[in-house]
């Protein structure tokens, strides 16, 4: 059974940092990619960033861009997301998502598993 828990939410004030994480277990696919999503209040969900488990493949949506860096402890089979100069249009539930096989997609009907969310609040 495929687990997919994220965690490191909160609040924090503009130009601040947050790191998420998120543990998955029970993947036994050779290749997949790990996602983060967001949702903010009235907005549709947004593909974030993205990267290839074992590989080389790395997404980000080009409002994160030189903020957010995706990273991943093998061995842990843990994702994070370092976030830093937060705005409050960053405002979100972030959830972290696994998708079998390459390559990255920012499209969430793409992958599979999905964890519960946690919530990112920036205030200005």
């Known amino acids: 059974q495929v687990q997919v828990q994220e965690s490191g939410g909160g609040l924090v004030q503009a130009g601040g940092s947050l790191r998420l994480s998120c543990q998955v277990s029970?993947?036994?696919?050779?290749?997949?990619?790990m996602g983060w999503f967001r949702q903010g209040p009235g907005k549709e969900r947004e593909g974030v960033a993205c990267?290839?488990?074992?590989?080389?493949?790395?997404y980000y949506v080009d409002s994160v861009k030189g903020r957010f860096s995706i990273s991943k402890d093998n061995a842990q089979g843990t994702l994070y997301l370092q976030m830093n100069d937060l705005k409050p249009e960053d405002t979100a539930m972030y959830y972290c998502?696994?998708?079998?096989?390459?390559?990255?997609?920012?499209?969430?009907?793409?992958?599979?598993?999905w964890g519960q969310g946690t919530r990112v609040t920036v205030s200005s």
């Open positions: 998502a696994a998708k079998t096989g390459w390559p990255c997609s920012a499209v969430g009907s793409a992958y599979r598993y």
């Open positions: 029970g993947l036994t696919f050779d290749k997949y990619a």
């Open positions: 990267s290839e488990w074992r590989g080389s493949m790395l």
